[in-house]
């Protein structure tokens, strides 16, 4: 179930063979984070536009809002999303440097190029066989076991002093 932006189901199916579920989610869905594409791609585009990540914050998440967050977790919300969408543009110009060259990695400039104002919903169309590779929120990437990512050991942690604990 998707609680954003309204209450929507995604079919899940599941694979026998790879013994793991899957989830048809429609074009528009940021996958494996809650809301839509175009919430991020908007987020990103204030944040090119403004003068700066705090003020940015400020707009797309007011602290006079009910259930507000404070301006040190509305800017690390906004530079989460600025990130990916900044890894995103590099990694799909990198995938059709035919289609991108030249072009900077900016929504402003893949706007111009695709000629539409939802370039993360047409990059998940142009995007589509390597939608398995990229990750998060355009692409369908499975989230990776430690095991698997960090030859059989979980990273270290931060233990309660602030330093690091070995395991």
Known sequence: MRKVPVVAFVARYYCPEQRTTFGLLPDFYASRVPGTLDDIERTA???EGSA???RAAEELRPGDEPGAVTLSVAVAWVRRRV???RALLVTVA???PELFAGVRPSLGAFRGRLGT???LVALRGTCAPYL???PPPLGL???TPWGLACG???PQSIGSDGRLCRR
């Open 52 to 54: 700066g990540l705090e």
């Open 152 to 154: 059989g050991e979980r």
């Open 94 to 96: 990198g995938l059709f």
């Open 83 to 85: 990130a990916w969408v």
């Open 117 to 119: 104002s939802r370039v």
């Open 141 to 143: 990437n499975p989230r």
């Open 132 to 134: 398995y590779a990229l």
């Open 45 to 47: 585009v204030q944040a």
